[in-house]
């Protein structure tokens, strides 16, 4: 141990300490913890008990092997997975906790999503374009400084890694958009600088917009009636081996230009050269979701966003009676949720206004599979299947149905997050050995953080210093409202 971390771990003492109260005596573990056999050099994995949510459905006291690779390995019935490893560590939640994949949230924009929403934010924008430019003599709102992480840059490396443990405790495992913190959680994006190989895990071209940066000029002349305006080609028809995943459509449905993005990005699919998903499309029909369910391309959805800035979100009952795959994603924290649970709280919303049905389950695949599948990932993560990447969450049963339980879990619900098998969040109910790396307890947060303050070499005092002015980890009070 370094002299920099036996000081932290005093501080981490101490904060526990304060935390748990003089002469607290630790509860007993929630869930029975076997560690792994002494196996020299091999790795035997753990074995995790819990209610599953596979993608055909729930499994009660079901078994998950992770392996030591932080991979998926046989996913079968508990007794089956304990026989067949028995030298595996074994953590016995059935009954107690359900398992299911981490959330992807397909559409994000970390670099700039430690900030609050501007006091001027209101669901007035026809377009973005308004909001971003001032279009339509509208007043533009203010774009946070892109954080970029960096060693010489604590603040900035330690509120870009506040933004990913907020998503983390969120529920989320992989987050996509440009920026971010290394090695936290999952992160999605497009190679393009040498630093791009250690922060994004995988591509997906998650540049904004495809056809220009002021939509709302460039179509004018064709919104008053001239002739169509021709964009510029695009630069992006190299890269049809990743999912395209830009903002189309966002803007009111009575937008010319919105709907303008729509028309041209809806013909541009038609060629089935690539994965294509459409951020927003706030300015979408029921003739729209047709094409979209008949050239697979997913919905990237962020309702609170949507009616933050412009008052109006897709026509969800239309949406869902097509089929066309829908994705729920957080946008950015100055109009969109702050974590993926809060948007599945304002999706809600909208479907009970709409009298749309959304189940717990549609949600969940929504959250999940759905966002894999936006990214064209969906071999990699996003369900519980053998051979896709260990990126789990375990969540407390509250009882009756367990997509409810992942949904709905408040921070004390949450057990453990696993991002390609490392625990990086791990409730004080288990067993602490379930993590190789040092946990910390950071003030008000209630699963304790592992191994992430230690490779910034930061005390959980000096952390909380640092982020001190961002949009904290587990506080969502100040998030923009979701108003239907
Ligand atoms: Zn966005």
Redesign the pocket.
């Known amino acids: 141990m370094t002299g920099l971390s036996g000081v932290r771990g005093l501080r981490t003492a101490a904060l526990i300490s304060i935390v748990l109260g003089a002469g607290a005596a630790p509860a007993q573990p929630l869930c029975e913890f076997t560690p792994a056999a002494d196996t020299g050099p091999r790795m035997p994995g753990l074995i995790i008990g819990a209610d599953a949510l596979l993608p055909d459905g729930r499994r009660p006291g079901h078994g998950v092997h992770v392996r030591g690779n932080g991979g998926i390995g046989r996913v079968t019935d508990f007794d089956t997975l304990r026989t067949a490893y028995p030298d595996a560590a074994v953590l016995d939640c059935r009954g107690l906790a359900v398992l299911s994949p981490g959330f992807v949230n397909a559409?994000?924009?970390p670099a700039t999503s430690y900030a609050f929403p501007d006091p001027n934010l209101h669901p007035g924008y026809a377009h973005r374009d308004e909001w971003r430019l001032g279009a339509g003599g509208k007043t533009p709102l203010p774009i946070p400084e892109r954080y970029r992480f960096a060693p010489e840059n604590p603040r900035m490396s330690a509120v870009l890694t506040a933004v990913e443990l907020r998503h983390l405790l969120g529920g989320a495992t992989t987050i996509a958009?440009s920026g971010g913190a290394p090695g936290v959680i999952r992160n999605i994006g497009r190679h393009e600088r040498p630093g791009d190989l250690a922060l994004y895990d995988a591509e997906a071209d998650v540049r904004?917009f495809p056809f220009s940066f002021s939509v709302v000029e460039d179509l004018a002349d064709e919104c008053r009636g001239g002739p169509a305006h021709t964009f510029p080609p695009g630069e992006d028809d190299d890269l049809t081996f990743m999912a395209y995943v830009p903002?189309v459509g966002?803007g009111r449905a009575a937008s010319c230009a919105a709907r303008a993005e729509v028309a041209r990005y809806l013909e541009r699919v038609r060629r089935r050269d690539r994965r294509y998903s459409l951020?927003?499309g706030v300015a979408t029909d029921r003739d729209d979701y047709a094409v979209m369910r008949e050239f697979d391309v997913t919905l990237v959805w962020?309702p609170r966003?949507n009616l933050a800035l412009y008052g109006e979100t897709i026509d969800l009952g239309a949406a869902l009676a097509s089929g066309v795959r829908i994705a729920l994603s957080t946008?950015?924290s100055p109009s969109?949720s702050l974590n993926m649970r809060e948007e599945v709280r304002c999706a809600r919303r909208v479907a009970e206004a709409s009298g749309a049905g959304l189940s717990a389950e549609a949600l969940w695949r929504m959250a999940t599979a759905s966002g894999a599948y936006a990214l064209g990932l969906e071999d990699r993560f996003g369900t519980i299947r053998p051979g896709l990447r260990a990126d789990l969450m375990l969540v407390r049963h509250a009882g009756g149905d367990p997509y409810e339980s992942v949904l709905t879990a408040g921070g004390e619900d949450v057990l453990a997050m696993w991002v390609d098998g490392r625990a990086l969040l791990l409730s004080p109910a288990l067993d602490a050995r379930l993590s190789e790396r040092e946990c910390a307890t950071l003030p008000g947060v209630a699963p304790r953080v592992c191994g992430v303050l230690e490779d910034l070499g930061l005390s959980p005092v000096r952390f909380a210093d640092l982020t001190r002015d961002a949009v904290p980890v587990n506080d969502v009070r100040r998030q923009a409202p979701c108003e239907p």
């Open positions: 559409h994000e924009h958009g904004t903002h966002e951020v927003h962020s966003s946008d950015w969109g």
